[in-house]
């Protein structure tokens, strides 16, 4: 794994992504050099040329992250795979189109033919997305990864190393000394050997990961631990390599000393500053161009059922302090006419034709951007509890205060990476998200935040 900015990404990925904006921007450097007059060209033509075509990669990187092709965890089918390349293609075409035409080098003469060029390299780049499923570079090596422990947790973070997009290779699970469970297959645990060094060398290991479910008692061989990781191995405990690979911190392998000693956590007054900045300047963009949509919106809640067009329900917020929040409304107005705080579920009955569409693609949140705008929200962050349910999740979940130490968001990193929950169990997944994004939260994680809320918009994945 790779940190970025707080962020964690697979190294694979990375290269792809450094891959394709260097393809595109190649391109569009390589059309400015061979369709321009020789006379004209000169070092700051070509270092002019060379901006534009990193920004034509970067718009790239950004539309295609957007439609979710860099998310290694999910599986698409070929239809998929083909119609969001098509809404790629046709979005990259517009942005290229637009950039050439609002920034023109005075002397590039064949701006029509850099626009086909790049847009061959696109197409390619995308066909060989749906017919081999990845860019990547197949030379990137996976990982060796050592699971120390066979018990539940040890299991855990062997089915995690399995999965899609992981890019490791599980070489194998070592039994702990006072282990008492035992849950992972028989066949998948290594024998004991004399030394942990030897088993590390044996099978190449890269990285060790510690899942003993009992850590007490000289469970672990400290010594043997620290000598793997002199020689150059990777020594991870379970907490944070659920940070690291799944953006979770998992509840069940934190704890309260995890959470204070470790890094993150940041709240200073730069990185608050900034944040707030970024919002207001992104509440306004959006703002201007939402705006058709929601006097669209507003029209039809109108002529659907009676009732207001807005609804105001109180949220908990930065520092448990309560606030209003503003939605355009999309179920009955005796949708809670016992007065009894019911959670919305999938599929829920109170839901109105219109508030099924506008739920599906977002667009009933967007009257929080005033709320953004009065500064008790912010663009990324958890998303607003009612009280009613914040003093019962308090008590039933660990560390679920900690969430209210930012800002609560429009959209946020829990929600898109789960899907929609409607219980306890539910809202315990997503707090460790939202508790990643406590700790890790930086202007480049919104971004992230964003572009993925835009694809998980177009897709309608974990929608109500």
């Given at each position: ?28 450097l ?12 000169n ?27 860099y ?182 392998a ?39 949509v ?9 002529l ?71 500064g008790?929200m ?26 209210h ?20 169990e ?5 707090l ?33």
């Open positions: 794994m790779i940190k970025i900015f707080n962020h964690y990404f697979d190294r694979r990925t990375v290269f792809q992504l450094l891959l394709d904006v260097s393809l595109v921007a190649g391109v569009f390589g059309a400015l050099i061979a369709l321009s007059e020789p006379a004209d060209l070092p700051t033509q070509i270092s002019q040329g060379l901006v534009r075509g990193l920004i034509m990669g970067v718009g790239f990187l950004a539309i295609n992250s957007a439609l979710g092709f998310d290694r965890h999910s599986s698409l089918s070929t239809r998929q795979a083909i119609a969001r390349s098509l809404v790629s293609f046709c979005l990259t075409t517009l942005f290229v189109v637009g950039v050439l035409l609002l920034m023109p080098l005075q002397a590039f003469y064949g701006r029509t033919w850099s626009v086909v060029l790049i847009m061959m390299v696109t197409a390619g780049l995308l066909i060989y997305q749906v017919v081999a499923g990845e860019f990547l570079p197949k030379s990137v090596a996976k990982r060796r990864v050592l699971v120390f422990g066979t018990g539940e947790r040890a299991h855990a973070v062997g089915k995690c190393l399995s999965r899609r997009g992981a890019n490791a290779e599980l070489c194998g699970y070592l039994a702990g000394p006072n282990e008492r469970e035992q849950v992972v297959p028989n066949e998948a645990i290594l024998p004991p050997a004399p030394r942990l060094a030897d088993v590390v060398a044996a099978k190449r290991v890269d990285e060790i990961v510690v899942a003993l479910s009992e850590r007490r008692g000289g469970s672990m061989p400290m010594r043997e631990l620290l000598d793997c990781k002199l020689s150059g191995v990777r020594v991870t405990d379970i907490a944070t390599f659920y940070e690291q690979n799944v953006g979770q911190i998992r509840l069940d934190v704890s309260a000393g995890w959470l204070i000693f470790g890094e993150g956590f940041n709240q200073g007054v730069i990185r608050s500053s900034i944040k707030r900045l970024f919002d207001l300047l992104g509440a306004l963009v959006l703002l201007l161009v939402s705006l058709p929601m006097l669209v919106t507003a029209v039809i809640i109108k659907e059922s009676p009732g207001p067009i807005f609804y105001r329900q109180e949220r908990v917020g930065l520092n448990g302090k309560p606030f209003d929040v503003v939605k355009f409304r999309s179920m009955r107005t005796d949708a809670e006419k016992d007065g009894v705080p019911r959670w919305a579920t999938a599929g829920d009955s109170r839901v109105t034709r219109v508030g099924k569409v506008i739920r599906k693609l977002r667009i009933d949140e967007l009257p929080q951007i005033w709320s953004v705008l009065r008790d912010s663009l990324v962050g958890p998303r607003p509890e009612r009280a009613f349910f914040v003093e019962k999740l308090v008590q039933e979940i660990p560390f679920y205060a900690v969430r130490s930012v800002k609560p968001g429009v959209t946020g990193w829990a929600q898109v990476r789960f899907q929609y929950g409607a219980t306890v539910d809202t315990a997944e997503k460790q998200y939202d508790l990643y994004y406590v700790k890790n939260h930086s202007l480049f994680l919104d971004l992230v935040v964003l572009f993925e809320t835009v694809g998980v918009v177009l897709t309608g994945k974990g929608a109500q």
